[in-house]
């Protein structure tokens, strides 16, 4: 199986709980900032997928592997799929099947952190669809079809920490995220051959729709709704039906599941 939740059977609030734990991120808002930085998530998601760091950053020939359990490698990534094409190739040419675990903040909690390091109330604010991970899959699509490939999108309402050191009046304009941390899972979704990823297409979505309509639901624009779209594309899963003037009008190939 290459389902997270194949390694370990306790509840995703459990796991989650004990995880925090054992990443070592228990404590005040004050502890974490500027302690962990973007390796907070990062940290927290190896101990979910598998508790025991013996498991954790293990060397396979000239890459580490974020996590090995029960024969399989799980890489976290908290930021683009590019950045892990040559080491997927390299761990799948080995013989060896990889997971890629990619986090996505469904629900958003957000905290400033002044200059003195006092720390705002946390505020709700927009989080992403899964489909915001359609624009990665466009850099590792020519792994959907290695029987060795899976791809886990799990949804996370996490609190987001920001320094208050923007260029604008209120400093919040330009500022640079402090660190993030997952407090509740909400969902998980595995993507083990290439049909399976039209679960990352918006719904409802007409059935014709054109580029900007599919970005409204995806919440995406610009290159990022491009690549979307190329890569529904390339995987077979939308196709060209007609043309509205200069535009493309697509529909989906394969149904929801």
């Given at each position: 199986?290459?389902?997270?939740?194949?390694i370990?059977?306790?509840?995703?609030?459990?796991?989650?709980?004990?995880?925090?734990?054992?990443?070592?991120?228990?404590?005040?808002p004050?502890?974490?900032?500027?302690?962990?930085?973007e390796?907070?998530l990062?940290?927290?998601?190896?101990?979910?997928?598998?508790?025991?760091?013996?498991h954790h950053?293990?060397?396979?020939?000239?890459?580490?592997?974020?996590?090995?359990?029960?024969?399989?490698?799980?890489?976290?990534?908290?930021?683009?799929?590019?950045?892990?094409?040559?080491?997927?190739?390299?761990f799948?040419?080995?013989?060896?099947p990889?997971?890629v675990?990619?986090?996505?903040?469904?629900?958003?909690?957000?905290?400033?952190v002044?200059?003195?390091?006092?720390?705002?109330?946390?505020?709700?604010?927009?989080?992403?669809?899964?489909?915001?991970?359609l624009?990665?899959v466009?850099?590792?699509?020519e792994?959907?079809?290695?029987?060795?490939?899976?791809?886990?999108?799990?949804?996370?309402?996490?609190?987001?920490?920001?320094?208050?050191?923007?260029?604008?009046?209120?400093k919040?304009?330009?500022?640079?995220?402090?660190?993030?941390v997952?407090?509740e899972?909400?969902?998980?979704?595995?993507?083990?051959?290439?049909?399976?990823?039209?679960?990352?297409?918006?719904?409802?979505?007409?059935?014709?729709?054109?580029?900007?309509?599919?970005?409204?639901?995806?919440?995406?624009?610009?290159?990022?709704?491009?690549?979307?779209?190329?890569?529904?594309r390339d995987?077979?899963?939308?196709?060209?039906c007609?043309?509205?003037?200069?535009?493309?009008?697509?529909?989906?190939?394969?149904?929801?599941?």
């Amino acid at each position: 199986m290459t389902s997270v939740d194949a390694i370990c059977p306790e509840s995703a609030e459990d796991r989650l709980e004990r995880a925090l734990r054992l990443a070592g991120t228990y404590g005040s808002p004050e502890q974490m900032i500027g302690v962990m930085k973007e390796k907070t998530l990062h940290s927290v998601l190896k101990f979910f997928v598998d508790p025991d760091p013996g498991h954790h950053e293990i060397k396979v020939g000239p890459y580490f592997a974020d996590v090995i359990s029960g024969g399989r490698i799980y890489e976290i990534q908290t930021g683009s799929l590019s950045a892990l094409r040559k080491k997927i190739a390299f761990f799948l040419s080995s013989g060896i099947p990889v997971t890629v675990v990619k986090p996505v903040p469904a629900e958003k909690r957000l905290a400033w952190v002044s200059d003195t390091g006092e720390v705002s109330n946390p505020r709700k604010t927009r989080g992403q669809t899964v489909s915001s991970v359609l624009p990665e899959v466009y850099y590792i699509k020519e792994f959907t079809d290695d029987p060795g490939f899976s791809l886990n999108v799990l949804s996370l309402r996490v609190c987001e920490y920001r320094l208050l050191d923007g260029w604008s009046r209120d400093k919040k304009k330009g500022s640079h995220r402090d660190n993030r941390v997952p407090e509740e899972i909400i969902g998980s979704i595995d993507l083990k051959d290439k049909a399976e990823y039209n679960k990352l297409i918006p719904y409802p979505l007409p059935e014709k729709f054109t580029s900007e309509e599919f970005g409204k639901a995806a919440r995406l624009q610009g290159r990022k709704l491009s690549f979307s779209l190329v890569t529904l594309r390339d995987l077979g899963l939308i196709r060209v039906c007609e043309k509205k003037g200069n535009k493309n009008v697509y529909e989906i190939v394969s149904e929801n599941p």
